[in-house]
């Protein structure tokens, strides 16, 4: 295990170790969307269609960055980045996607995750929703399952502890789904480390709702009583029992909650309570019940008395999904992935450019607008200056602290450049420099605009045809309209040179200690 590093916090949070009375450090809630886009917030675009009026508060109360990156651009190697600070194509399998009952965890032994470095803290951590990092079961041979699948889920032993999960990484609790709950072959809920209520038999897609948002919903095997539709709802339950019985237990001791929805993840499945309500069809309507949850929460902490000291951090995993921003557009003329090219996946900037609204009473001006460029890798470094923890050079090897920015104090860029991974992990990257953007890789490096027919009309012409990659000028460029990989050829042998030394080395966050 490594070391947790006890240093001085931001002023007037921490303390040293051995000081007579250590400050209260703040608590966190870190709220995950799913395939959320850009586009979907009314914060964010004044052409939505779906109100989201809980989330334009809590930016109005907060601060808004406009330049915020998921790390990649599909659900698993983001997850993993945004609990560990680093990178996922730097580890084995870092470019996958999960499914199903399919281990083991993308999180290796040993590596410092976000939870753990707050558990040696003192805090208490929890976790509620959508896991979707990997971890273990066993088949009734006591054998672990490696893959996916229908099948592997038939062979699972449900009264076997399952392994590398939440509670394995750092988390106290956990009650949530393995991967997508309403997407991938096993239909039941995780609590702390084992399926309470097993699955009996196999999905009955003709009792589930019909239209172009419900298409993302496999075969599988589903519990008794397994609630497609409220999914969420049982999400924002166990979280709002979770900070109930906190405060009743131990109020004293700051919290790490994690809570990950199923929204707005296909199929759109919202609640009855929800549905017809928004104007924008079931996926608006799937927005519009985001918005609530994320209401919901923060109106927890209100009545808990737990505002004031919580630092609130809401984001997405990625961008749109291509199903629902082609529907949108078509029908209800929302655009989720406004103004930005691209989709989930795809390496352009509607793949991975995402919300990012953090709202820290008494740090963090209200109604204050951020463009520095950041990821959710930087996640990791914050919280650890903010609670006082030196970060090991063998952790969060991408991460920057957001402090300097959040507290007013920027006095420049936080971090050198920004990597991103798209669907095919090492072999679709790219590398941001202030208003240059280098992919190392022709075409969107996640969905195939040519080849599918959904996609066609969205398809731009090759701006420099044969070219082995892409430069974009993203002051001039932002819809990354015309390749200059002809054009600034220097531009992008410096780049190229930049993202093959960070390869190399493992690492963006300089070494503390100097060279290896």
């Known amino acids: 295990?490594?070391?947790?590093?006890?240093?001085?916090?931001?002023?007037?949070?921490?303390?040293?170790?051995?000081?007579?009375?250590?400050?209260?450090?703040?608590?966190?809630?870190?709220?995950?969307?799913?395939?959320?886009?850009?586009?979907?917030?009314?914060?964010?675009n004044d052409q939505a269609k779906a109100a989201t009026q809980n989330l334009d508060r809590l930016a109005e109360e907060g601060m808004r960055f406009t330049d915020a990156h998921s790390p990649?651009?599909?659900?698993?190697?983001?997850?993993?980045?945004?609990?560990?600070?680093?990178?996922?194509?730097?580890?084995?399998?870092?470019?996958?996607?999960?499914?199903?009952?399919?281990?083991?965890?993308?999180?290796?032994?040993?590596?410092?995750?976000?939870?753990?470095?707050?558990?040696?803290?003192?805090?208490?951590?929890?976790?509620?929703?959508?896991?979707?990092?990997?971890?273990?079961?066993?088949?009734?041979?006591?054998?672990?399952?490696?893959?996916?699948?229908?099948?592997?889920?038939?062979?699972?032993?449900?009264?076997r502890r399952i392994e590398g999960g939440p509670l394995d990484h750092g988390f106290g609790r956990f009650f949530g789904t393995a991967c997508c709950p309403t997407t991938d072959w096993l239909y039941a809920f995780i609590d702390g480390d084992r399926v309470p209520a097993p699955p009996t038999g196999p999905v009955d897609k003709a009792l589930l709702p019909k239209h172009p948002y419900a298409n993302d919903c496999r075969p599988g095997l589903i519990a008794p009583d397994f609630p497609m539709e409220e999914v969420d709802l049982v999400f924002l339950e166990k979280s709002r029992s979770f900070l109930e019985s906190h405060v009743r237990e131990a109020p004293e001791q700051p919290f790490f909650l994690f809570h990950a929805t199923q929204a707005v993840h296909l199929p759109s499945f919202p609640a009855k309570e929800f549905q017809g309500r928004s104007g924008a069809g079931p996926h608006g309507d799937f927005i519009l019940e985001l918005d609530f949850v994320v209401g919901e929460l923060l109106a927890t902490l209100d009545r808990l008395g737990l505002s004031d000291n919580t630092l609130v951090i809401f984001t997405s995993d990625n961008g749109p999904e291509t199903t629902s921003v082609i529907h949108m557009r078509a029908d209800h003329g929302h655009d989720g992935a406004r103004p930005w090219r691209g989709m989930k996946r795809d390496d352009w900037e509607g793949g991975h450019r995402v919300p990012f609204l953090v709202r820290w009473p008494g740090r963090v001006k209200p109604g204050t607008t951020s463009a520095e460029l950041i990821s959710l890798t930087d996640v990791m470094a914050t919280v650890a200056g903010i609670v006082g923890t030196e970060l090991p050079d063998e952790a969060a090897e991408d991460s920057f602290s957001l402090l300097p920015v959040l507290t007013g104090e920027d006095k420049g860029s936080i971090?050198?450049?920004?990597?991103?991974?798209?669907?095919?992990?090492?072999?679709?990257?790219?590398?941001?420099?202030?208003?240059?953007?280098?992919?190392?890789?022709?075409?969107?490096?996640?969905?195939?605009?040519?080849?599918?027919?959904?996609?066609?009309?969205?398809?731009?012409?090759?701006?420099?045809p044969g070219a082995p990659g892409q430069l974009y000028d993203l002051e001039s460029d932002p819809g990354e309209t015309r390749n200059l990989y002809f054009e600034h050829p220097d531009k992008v042998k410096e780049l190229k040179a930049l993202l093959e030394e960070s390869k190399s080395s493992g690492r963006s966050r300089p070494r503390m200690s100097g060279p290896p």
Not at 36 to 43: A, E, I, P, R, S
Not at 423 to 434: C, E, K, V, Y
Request: aromatic share 10%; glycine share 14%.
């Open 1 to 44: 295990m490594f070391a947790v590093l006890v240093c001085p916090g931001i002023e007037g949070f921490h303390s040293c170790v051995g000081a007579e009375e250590p400050k209260k450090v703040p608590n966190l809630l870190l709220i995950l969307a799913d395939d959320l886009g850009y586009g979907d917030l009314g914060c964010y």
């Open 72 to 159: 990649a651009t599909v659900c698993t190697p983001t997850r993993y980045s945004l609990m560990t600070g680093q990178m996922a194509f730097r580890v084995p399998r870092g470019g996958s996607v999960f499914t199903g009952v399919g281990g083991p965890s993308l999180i290796p032994p040993g590596r410092l995750t976000l939870p753990a470095m707050l558990g040696a803290k003192g805090y208490a951590t929890a976790a509620t929703g959508k896991w979707h990092i990997g971890l273990t079961f066993f088949d009734r041979e006591g054998k672990p399952i490696r893959e996916g699948g229908l099948e592997a889920v038939r062979r699972v032993d449900f009264t």
């Open 415 to 464: 971090r050198p450049y920004l990597l991103e991974q798209a669907f095919a992990g090492a072999r679709t990257l790219s590398i941001r420099q202030g208003r240059w953007k280098y992919l190392d890789h022709p075409g969107s490096g996640g969905n195939d605009y040519e080849k599918n027919p959904d996609l066609k009309p969205f398809a731009l012409p090759e701006a420099a």
